[in-house]
């Protein structure tokens, strides 16, 4: 399993804010913000101060899906 981000960004899209205000205004270091953009793990503390930001849930800005299998 493997996290997903494209529900935040396009939550983002909707309220007219960016990557940049979005980081501001929850507090997150440019490396979390970069982690995000790579769809890599970051600590939940991460995901409940971007949640309090733009007043939402968890499951609004993150998908949990399956991996691919590699096939050769």
């Known amino acids: 399993m ?4 494209n529900k935040l960004w396009k939550k983002l899209i ?3 804010m ?3 205000e979005m980081r501001l205004k929850a507090g997150i ?7 995000l ?5 970051v600590n939940t503390e991460i995901l409940v101060k971007i949640c309090e930001a733009l007043g ?3 499951d609004e800005i993150m ?3 399956e991996q691919k299998e590699d096939t050769v």
């Not at 270091?29 to 982690?35: E, F, G, P, V, Y």
């Not at 953009?37 to 793990?41: L, Q, R, T, V, Y």
């Open 29 to 35: 270091s440019t490396k979390q913000l970069a982690k």
């Open 14 to 16: 909707d309220l007219e």
């Open 18 to 20: 960016s990557r940049t």
């Open 56 to 58: 939402c849930n968890i």
């Open 37 to 41: 953009g790579k769809n890599e793990n």
């Open 63 to 65: 998908d949990i899906v």
């Open 2 to 5: 493997t996290v997903n981000y």
